[in-house]
Structure formats: structure tokens, C-alpha cells
């Protein structure tokens, strides 16, 4: 997984292996925590899931990894940071003073999403079986505790500002709100979506608001405590032109929303779709989101977030230009080319993007939870009408029979009469 963040100052970024961060403003040294030479799971640690072996993405044993990064979160302070990765590793870090390790824990199965509580005392992990755990910061040596289950893969998770809801997505379309301190008590579901959803966000200085993106190219927006949606978009009916008829087909991918910290400006970014969709929220109007701008990149981004001053971050597949920046001036998005914190942060960068280039070149990591449908109807009526007439066939080469023997034996009758 390649994403990217912002820890007060710090441009924070994972690709592969490492999680690398990059100060903006001043030159400090960057700080690289790499996987492949982090601490290594104790053989005496129990693991509820060693009696067996999954195959994950990739056809590895869900015993072994590759240390590769699956996700990471950045709390609402910014002074702390947590990544995971398919060695099944849980690790905490704290950005200041200095970038420092806290601690290093094992989650049961492969992490899908992380995402720390308003109140930072709480790391919420997600996997692949459905299951969400609950891991203490304040005591961060503190194994995890399951805090609720799914019969689907959950692929997203967030939380109310009050830290009261916890709000699961999974691949079977649904939207969870639970109750954080009693998830067995659920408040809501949002459903609406055609495909498996995403991407979650409750935005910045909206509580009360939910924004979802999903396989199947839609973003809403919801009354999250309701369940009530409230708006929805097509992103292919935002596209200003279309290549192919094959395009107009395809249903782009829904990878990342991110709203700015004024509140203002919400960002939706698509899987391997070289645009960013700008909205806008109208805090009078009938409509929330307005959608804004729709910006067209030179090559396709791999995610992008908001820094502290509004401004958006977008990470590229482009070894010529891997990081813009773009900038609300004069009612539109300029790209900042110019920019010194640019500058520095590409700059650092660089030893880094041999590492990023081959983490890209991998298929599409959504492609595989499409599901698949299946006509059973058609199939059912072919093989039907197969049988009925293999049937008649059968009762017409019945009757030829039985009408052969009537006349040899009406032959016979008349031959012994005549005869005698």
C-alpha cells in the first residue's frame, strides 16, 4: 500500500516496506522505519490463527510475509502514528519531540484499515475477516481486545468526533454504525451502494455528516446516525470527457476522500484515474457538497491529503514529478510548482522512489473484491429446454417403434388368413 499523510509538519509517506517522513519546513532529518529489519515475532507469542493457513493476495501463506506496509493512520493531533503490515505487526510511533518507535505488537490476522480515537487513547484495526480490535495507546504494550465482528471483509472504518460511533464498511455494500462502547448495539446502517465500499470519512467541522465512495464510481453522503443519505454522485457523470465507449463502461473505483482542515474543501481520488474531483461545502444551500473542479493530472495519482495550511498533496506515478501541490487561488486549483516546501520534500524523496516504483507496479488492488453475478435463470431454461426436447425426441422415437410393431403385426394377421 502507498499512502500518504501529514504529522504536524512532517510529510509522512509508506511504500513497500518503509514508512518514510520528511519535515516541510525545516532541514531535519528524515526519519525511515523499515519492516524488514523490525523486531520479529516472539515463537512463544499465541496466535489464535496458527492452527491454519490462508491464502491472501499474491497466493502467500497468511502465516508468512513480505513486511509490506497494508495501511497506517495519523491521529487527529498529528503526534502520533500508527502502520501495520502483512507480517502482522502493529507498530506505534510518536513524531515529537522526535520520531520515536513506542511499541511493536502482533494483530491476529492482516490489517485492513487502522484509525486512532478523537481521544488518542485508542487504535481501532480492522482485518480481513470482518473482525475490528481494540488497541490501547496509553498502555502500549497491551495486547489487543476484540471489540466486535462482521460476516464480511471490512475494508474502511471511522469514528464520530465525540468518539460515540464507530462506522464499519464492508464488501458486502454495507455501512455499520455501532456504538463504540457497546458495539453490539447498532444505531444505524447506510445502504445504498451497488458495490463494496472503500472509503469512509466524516468530515472536517461536519460531526454529524458521513462521506463514503464505493467500487460501484458513486460518492454519498449521509446522515450517518439516521442512516439517511442526504446527496450522491456519479463520479462518471462528473467526467468532462470520455475516451472510448469502454470508459463510459467502466466504473472507477472510489480509493480516497479527504476534506480540508478548515472544512471548506473535500477531495475524492479514483483508482488508477488520472483526475481529482474537488467539492465544495455550501453551508447555506440545499445542496452540502457542490462539486467544484474536476482536475486532470499528467499521470495517475497514488493517493493525496490536505496539509495543516489547505493546501493538497498528491503523490504520482511519475518519476519526473512524483509530489504537486495544488492550491485554491482565485475560485480554482493551481498547481504549485514553485513551492520551497515542494522543493525540500521531492528532494528527500528521491532516494526513496526506486522503492515506490516497484511497490506500483502491482494489478489493481480493488479489482478482485468485484463480485461476480452469476445467471442462473438463463442457465436454468437452456438445460431445460435441453431435456424437454431430448424427451420428445425420445417419445417420438417411442411412437415409431410401437407403430412399426402395430403393422408387422397387422402384416402377420392378415398373411395367416389369408393363408388358412
Same mark, same amino acid.
Given at each position: 500500500?502507498?499512502?500518504?499523510?501529514?504529522?504536524?509538519?512532517?510529510?509522512?509517506?509508506?511504500?513497500?516496506?518503509?514508512?518514510?517522513?520528511?519535515? *516541510?519546513?525545516?532541514?531535519?532529518?528524515?526519519?525511515?522505519?523499515?519492516?524488514?529489519?523490525?523486531?520479529?515475532?516472539?515463537?512463544?507469542?499465541?496466535?489464535?490463527?496458527?492452527?491454519?493457513?490462508?491464502? $491472501?493476495?499474491?497466493?502467500?501463506?497468511?502465516?508468512?510475509? $513480505?513486511?509490506?506496509?497494508?495501511?497506517?493512520?495519523?491521529?487527529?493531533?498529528?503526534?502520533?502514528?500508527?502502520?501495520?503490515?502483512?507480517?502482522?505487526?502493529?507498530?506505534?510511533?510518536?513524531?515529537?519531540?522526535?520520531?520515536?518507535?513506542?511499541?511493536?505488537?502482533?494483530?491476529?490476522?492482516?490489517?485492513?484499515?487502522?484509525?486512532?480515537?478523537?481521544?488518542?487513547?485508542?487504535?481501532?484495526?480492522?482485518?480481513?475477516?470482518?473482525?475490528?480490535?481494540?488497541?490501547?495507546?496509553?498502555?502500549?504494550?497491551?495486547?489487543?481486545?476484540?471489540?466486535?465482528? @462482521?460476516?464480511?471483509?471490512?475494508?474502511?472504518?471511522?469514528?464520530?468526533?465525540?468518539?460515540?460511533?464507530?462506522?464499519?464498511?464492508?464488501?458486502?455494500?454495507?455501512?455499520?454504525?455501532?456504538?463504540?462502547?457497546?458495539?453490539?448495539?447498532?444505531?444505524?446502517?447506510?445502504?445504498?451502494?451497488?458495490?463494496?465500499?472503500?472509503?469512509?470519512?466524516?468530515?472536517?467541522? @461536519?460531526?454529524?455528516?458521513?462521506?463514503?465512495?464505493?467500487?460501484?464510481?458513486?460518492?454519498?453522503?449521509?446522515?450517518?446516525?439516521?442512516?439517511?443519505?442526504?446527496?450522491?454522485?456519479?463520479?462518471?457523470?462528473?467526467?468532462?470527457?470520455?475516451?472510448?465507449?469502454?470508459?463510459?463502461?467502466?466504473?472507477?473505483?472510489?480509493?480516497?476522500?479527504?476534506?480540508?482542515?478548515?472544512?471548506?474543501?473535500?477531495?475524492?481520488?479514483?483508482?488508477?484515474?488520472?483526475?481529482?474531483?474537488?467539492?465544495?461545502?455550501?453551508?447555506?444551500?440545499?445542496?452540502?457538497?457542490?462539486? @467544484?473542479?474536476?482536475?486532470?493530472?499528467?499521470?495517475?495519482?497514488?493517493?493525496?491529503?490536505?496539509?495543516?495550511?489547505?493546501?493538497?498533496?498528491?503523490?504520482?506515478?511519475? $518519476?519526473?514529478?512524483?509530489?504537486?501541490?495544488? *492550491?485554491?487561488?482565485?475560485?480554482?486549483?493551481?498547481?504549485?510548482?514553485?513551492?520551497?516546501?515542494?522543493?525540500?520534500?521531492?528532494?528527500?524523496?528521491?532516494?526513496?522512489?526506486?522503492?515506490?516504483?516497484?511497490?506500483?507496479?502491482?494489478?489493481?488492488?480493488?479489482? @478482485?473484491?468485484?463480485?461476480?453475478?452469476?445467471?442462473?435463470?438463463?442457465?436454468?431454461?437452456?438445460?431445460?429446454?435441453?431435456?424437454?426436447?431430448?424427451?420428445?425426441?425420445?417419445?417420438?422415437?417411442?411412437q415409431k417403434a410401437n407403430s412399426n410393431k402395430k403393422t408387422k403385426k397387422e402384416t402377420s394377421e392378415a398373411v395367416t388368413e389369408s393363408s388358412t
Amino acid at each position: 500500500m502507498t499512502a500518504v499523510g501529514f504529522c504536524g509538519e512532517w510529510f509522512v509517506f509508506t511504500c513497500d516496506k518503509k514508512l518514510v517522513a520528511i519535515h *516541510t519546513k525545516r532541514a531535519r532529518e528524515s526519519f525511515v522505519f523499515d519492516c524488514s529489519t523490525a523486531e520479529k515475532k516472539p515463537t512463544n507469542t499465541k496466535d489464535d490463527n496458527n492452527s491454519f493457513s490462508v491464502l $491472501s493476495d499474491g497466493g502467500a501463506s497468511e502465516e508468512t510475509g $513480505s513486511d509490506k506496509v497494508l495501511a497506517f493512520s495519523v491521529s487527529p493531533s498529528g503526534k502520533l502514528v500508527a502502520l501495520t503490515d502483512d507480517t502482522k505487526r502493529l507498530v506505534l510511533f510518536h513524531c515529537e519531540p522526535s520520531w520515536q518507535c513506542i511499541s511493536i505488537r502482533w494483530v491476529v490476522r492482516r490489517c485492513t484499515s487502522l484509525m486512532f480515537s478523537q481521544a488518542e487513547d485508542e487504535l481501532l484495526a480492522t482485518d480481513k475477516s470482518g473482525d475490528v480490535y481494540s488497541f490501547s495507546v496509553v498502555e502500549p504494550q497491551r495486547e489487543g481486545e476484540l471489540k466486535m465482528g @462482521h460476516l464480511s471483509m471490512l475494508l474502511a472504518v471511522s469514528m464520530s468526533p465525540d468518539d460515540k460511533y464507530i462506522i464499519t464498511a464492508d464488501r458486502d455494500e454495507k455501512i455499520r454504525v455501532s456504538h463504540l462502547r457497546s458495539p453490539y448495539n447498532i444505531q444505524s446502517f447506510c445502504l445504498g451502494h451497488q458495490q463494496f465500499v472503500s472509503a469512509l470519512l466524516v468530515p472536517s467541522g @461536519h460531526p454529524h455528516w458521513l462521506l463514503s465512495g464505493s467500487g460501484d464510481g458513486t460518492m454519498k453522503l449521509w446522515e450517518y446516525e439516521s442512516g439517511r443519505e442526504l446527496q450522491s454522485w456519479d463520479l462518471k457523470e462528473l467526467e468532462e470527457t470520455q475516451s472510448s465507449e469502454a470508459d463510459k463502461q467502466k466504473m472507477p473505483t472510489v480509493c480516497r476522500i479527504t476534506s480540508s482542515a478548515d472544512a471548506r474543501h473535500v477531495a475524492v481520488q479514483c483508482e488508477r484515474v488520472s483526475t481529482v474531483h474537488f467539492f465544495t461545502v455550501d453551508q447555506e444551500g440545499e445542496e452540502k457538497l457542490v462539486p @467544484h473542479r474536476r482536475v486532470s493530472l499528467s499521470h495517475c495519482p497514488l493517493d493525496m491529503t490536505f496539509d495543516p495550511e489547505g493546501r493538497l498533496w498528491v503523490l504520482m506515478d511519475s $518519476s519526473d514529478a512524483p509530489l504537486q501541490i495544488y *492550491t485554491h487561488r482565485r475560485d480554482s486549483w493551481e498547481c504549485d510548482a514553485e513551492s520551497p516546501e515542494l522543493n525540500r520534500v521531492t528532494e528527500a524523496f528521491k532516494p526513496h522512489w526506486d522503492t515506490l516504483e516497484a511497490s506500483t507496479k502491482t494489478n489493481n488492488r480493488f479489482e @478482485h473484491l468485484y463480485k461476480v453475478s452469476f445467471d442462473n435463470v438463463t442457465t436454468y431454461l437452456q438445460k431445460k429446454r435441453q431435456r424437454l426436447e431430448k424427451q420428445q425426441q425420445k417419445r417420438g422415437v417411442a411412437q415409431k417403434a410401437n407403430s412399426n410393431k402395430k403393422t408387422k403385426k397387422e402384416t402377420s394377421e392378415a398373411v395367416t388368413e389369408s393363408s388358412t
